[in-house]
């Protein structure tokens, strides 16, 4: 919404995600990454089946050490926060799909240059996807597959049901150049 002087009736919240770093060309990020969540999703199984079993009347349950368990990956597999990445390749985006498809839980995904070639992967893994249109990478003639950048790729994306945020190249106005040039390129945007 571009409003001037109001905030009413724009949502408005914190930031409420956890950034996590990985990349398909870093086995060690997906290791250690995998095992705080494996940490994480063995708590919530011990603490279900201690609940599970003070509600059949057994007595003495030992609850879990909430301690051990990793606070931000307990919260992402709960649904209580995001989870935030930072991808522009298709390796990488591939990664966070295979991760998403393992542990799944609500996710944002920052840069997304590629994104449009992992689009109907992404929708079904639930990620959001901001992106910046004017952000440009040229295909890899090497690839034998679709790479690159597309000034297509927020509705390619859309048409996937993957929920699409466009933030424009800059936080301010440029009057460098063509004077307004970035506000003659917004409806672009």
């Known amino acids: 919404k571009l409003t001037r002087g109001t905030l009413e009736g724009h949502l408005l919240a914190t930031a409420d995600w956890v950034t996590l770093s990985l990349s398909g060309s870093s086995p060690s990020s997906k290791r250690k990454l995998r095992a705080q969540m494996d940490e994480a999703r063995e708590y919530l199984r011990q603490l279900r089946d201690a609940e599970m079993a003070k509600r059949l009347g057994e007595k003495d349950v030992e609850m879990p050490d909430e301690k051990k368990a990793p606070r931000d990956h307990l919260a992402l597999l709960t649904g209580e926060r995001m989870a935030r990445f930072n991808a522009n390749n298709a390796k990488d985006l591939l990664a966070i799909c295979e991760f998403l498809e393992e542990y799944p ?35 890899d ?29 800059q936080t301010s106005i440029s009057l460098g150049g063509l004077a307004g040039r970035d506000l003659m390129n917004l409806p672009m945007e």
């Open 105 to 139: 839980m609500k996710s944002v995904i920052f840069g997304g240059l590629e994104a449009w070639t992992y689009a109907s992967r992404l929708g079904r893994v639930g990620a959001s996807v901001v992106v910046t249109p004017r952000q440009k990478r040229w295909a």
């Open 141 to 169: 003639e090497n690839l034998n597959r679709e790479s690159g950048w597309s000034i297509e790729s927020a509705r390619i994306l859309w048409e996937h049901g993957v929920e699409v945020v466009i933030l424009p190249a």
